[in-house]
């Protein structure tokens, strides 16, 4: 098992971070969430290689990485800024990005800000705007029985959003466009814990599973697409919330090449493993 190490960057910041492999390229690999550990992340280390790194990283606020005190300063454009304080820090040469989920609207602002730096994009089971989050939200509570539409109505006229039967229904609602395919817990995704601090601060500050009213809010990362240059590769599920978006990706980034993988929701790289990890390989 890769060992976790640690990275200190300026401001007397650091981020964990767990690496394999060697050679100038690197794949730096950002989780989502917000607010996710890496853990879920892991089957990536398998790529690397003589010729490959694969570093896995804990966002700020994530596991013992530095963390801010205010929640001003979670935002997407400063995660993208983390990226690129660890870029230099590691001494990238050959970076190729993923950003999963959360982690692509950070793969994204980076692209923007410091596509010089790159090698390759890779935007896997995201999205392009807080906008499209709300659309995915709808489409997930669309296709909820009428019990669970009005049950989830009540609860949220209520502010219930701690309870525990709050919590359970919206993981039921969600479930189809997440973990379609799963059948028991892969260890991976046991193993991976949550920021609520960062998750509450970006996503939803009230708890309302079903709202984007954090930090992210306003954030849109669409009008980066047409500026996109390096080879970009879109991995979505058919029945994730994500795929209309992860289409449009596709469509208005011209170097970019889709790939849909159809026994898959959210979690593509453990719903198909070896297809999702031969995507990203290129085979």
């Known amino acids: 098992m890769a060992r976790l190490r640690r990275v200190g960057v300026a401001g007397r910041r650091s981020f964990e971070y ?23 992340l892991r089957g990536l280390l398998r790529l690397a290689s003589s010729n490959l790194r694969v570093i896995l ?3 700020r606020g994530v596991g013992h990485s530095w963390a801010p005190r205010r929640a001003s300063e979670y935002t997407v454009p400063q995660l993208a800024e983390d990226v690129e ?14 950003g999963f989920s959360a982690g692509g609207f950070v793969a994204l602002e980076y692209a923007h ?4 730096h790159l090698a390759s994009l890779l935007l896997c089971a995201t999205a ?17 029985s009428p019990a669970r539409r009005a049950r989830l109505r009540e609860l949220t006229a209520r502010k219930a959003f701690d309870s525990p039967e709050y919590r359970a229904l919206a993981e039921a609602i969600s479930r189809p466009f997440q973990t379609r395919f799963l059948r028991t817990v892969p260890p991976d995704l046991a193993a991976t814990r949550l920021s609520r601090t960062v998750y ?20 849109d990362g669409r009008r980066y697409y047409s500026k996109i240059e390096v080879p970009t590769l879109v991995v979505v599920g058919r029945y994730d919330a994500f ?6 990706m596709n469509e208005r980034i011209e170097p970019a090449h889709l790939r849909v993988l159809p026994r898959s929701s959210h979690y593509v790289n453990l719903e198909q493993p070896k297809e999702f990890l031969g995507d990203v390989t290129g085979g």
């Open 128 to 144: 392009g705007s807080a906008e499209e989050l709300r659309a995915a939200n709808r489409l997930m509570i669309s296709v909820a």
């Open 18 to 40: 767990v690496a394999q492999g060697g050679g100038r390229a690197t794949l730096l690999v950002h989780p989502g969430g917000p607010g996710l550990t890496y853990h879920y």
């Open 85 to 98: 304080a660890i870029r230099r820090a590691l001494r990238i040469e050959e970076l190729h990005l993923l």
């Open 113 to 116: 800000r410091y596509e010089r």
């Open 57 to 59: 990283i804990h966002p």
């Open 200 to 219: 509450r601060t970006m996503f939803t500050r009230t708890g309302d599973e079903f709202a984007v009213d954090g930090t992210i809010a306003r954030w």
């Open 243 to 248: 795929l209309e978006p992860s289409i449009e």
